[in-house]
């Protein structure tokens, strides 16, 4: 298990890292259980936007570009310093960088926009909150994977386990690249001030597994 003082550190977006091939093989150990699995079906029943804080397209279109080939327009993607908590849509799902994912500049900003979130969440009616989700950027090059018995986080503070992790897969009838055809752009939502980006058109370069489970998994686990 490694600890967060022994965690690599960056400054920046390890484009031309090469992604460990074990992750190939956990991946596909989650999309094969359900309660570490959705579906883009489910993704796009259950959410009623889905909005990604990244400092670039680039890093968007790198750990997302599944969910952005296949969701569309109901994607929104924004800088961490552009999304204003109080106007984000109810039952959204917000996924921020994980905040021990190496980049250290980025872990302060996230941590610093959760807070916000969670406490403009706070003051929200059950039916109206937000749901919070985190994405792994240059962690899958240090983290150890659960097969191994490790965490990609062992944090004094606060700790990100797989007991939270999911993996998104395909929905019926389509591959596990998405199966959609690409939309070159976002569009951005009227009831929210942020900046949208355009995405570039590359393929994805993160495994799709994403951290904090959104309510449809906890029922799901719940009930069995």
């Not at 977006?13 to 150990?29: C, I, M, R």
């Not at 800088?79 to 109080?86: A, F, K, W």
């Given at each position: ?40 079906d489910e993704v796009r029943s ?89 994405y792994g950027i240059n962690l ?85």
């Open positions: 298990m490694r600890h967060d003082e022994e965690r690599p550190r960056t400054s920046g977006f390890l484009a031309d890292g090469t992604v460990p091939g074990h992750w190939t093989q956990v991946l596909g150990s989650m999309r094969a259980n359900s309660f570490t699995h959705l579906s883009l259950e959410a009623t936007r889905l909005l990604i804080t990244a400092p670039s397209p680039e890093v968007a279109r790198a750990c997302f570009g599944e969910m952005l080939d296949a969701c569309g327009g109901s994607v929104e993607i924004v800088g961490l310093d552009d999304l204003v908590p109080d106007r984000v849509l109810a039952g959204t799902w917000v996924f921020l960088p994980h905040r021990q994912d190496g980049w250290t500049d980025l872990e302060d900003a996230s941590a610093t926009l959760r807070a916000a979130l969670v406490n403009e969440n706070s003051s929200r009616e059950a039916g109206n909150k937000l749901v919070l989700m985190e899958w090059m240090w983290a150890e994977p659960p097969s191994s018995g490790g965490d990609p986080v062992c944090h004094a503070g606060e700790l990100i386990s797989w007991e939270s992790a999911w993996a998104l897969g395909a929905s019926e009838g389509e591959d596990d690249t998405g199966g959609a055809e690409h939309e070159p752009g976002n569009k951005m939502d009227a009831d929210n001030s942020s900046a949208a980006m355009p995405l570039p058109l590359t393929a994805s370069a993160r495994p799709p597994i994403y951290f904090g489970l959104p309510p449809v998994l906890r029922r799901r686990r719940w009930d069995n």
